[in-house]
């Protein structure tokens, strides 16, 4: 019954142009409880959630980007869902929708990039395309700075 008058009452009271329409109504009624709900979530935003996740759970998260499972042709023709051939058949995983879900860069890469260390393959790290660039920028920096400097 609280629901109901919850939802009567910020109906009549209409305080902004979204609050009337239909999902507006739906969505009081059927609230997503949890507050990290976000109507509009950023590229930055989800690799920041994602490298917590992994910081969380290392191994469940290592499984879910290695977890693909065989996708109709219609999505693997999808412009910007990356998808892998696998035996001839197209698979996709958890990576390639998000990265879908951003698009592709000006580079026409993915936007999201998950790095693992080179000795074990644990996954360690979510990066943003732009914040790759700039470590790999960096490193090649530091390696000429390096190279450049008097042996001692």
């Known amino acids: 019954m609280f629901k109901i008058a919850r939802g009567l009452f910020n109906l009549l009271l209409l305080k902004s142009m979204r609050s009337r329409s239909l999902d507006w109504l739906y969505r009081q009624f059927n609230r997503p409880w949890d ?5 509009k979530v ?17 191994e469940t998260m290592k499984a879910l980007l290695e977890a693909r499972v065989p996708c109709a042709e219609n999505l693997a023709r999808h412009p910007s869902v990356q998808v892998l051939m696998k035996d001839g058949r197209p698979m996709v995983g958890l990576l390639g929708v998000l990265n879908g879900l951003f698009g592709k860069g000006a580079d026409g890469q993915a936007q999201i990039i998950a790095e693992s260390d080179g000795t074990n393959c644990q996954l360690c790290h979510f990066w943003t395309r732009e914040d790759w660039k700039f470590q790999i920028d960096l490193a090649k920096a530091l390696r000429e700075m390096e190279e450049k400097s008097p042996e001692k």
């Not at 507050?35 to 109507?39: A, E, I, K, L, P």
């Not at 950023?42 to 290392?58: D, F, H, M, T």
């Open 42 to 58: 950023s590229l930055g935003q989800a690799v920041i959630l994602l490298n917590e996740l992994v910081k969380a759970g290392p």
């Open 35 to 39: 507050y990290g709900y976000r109507d």
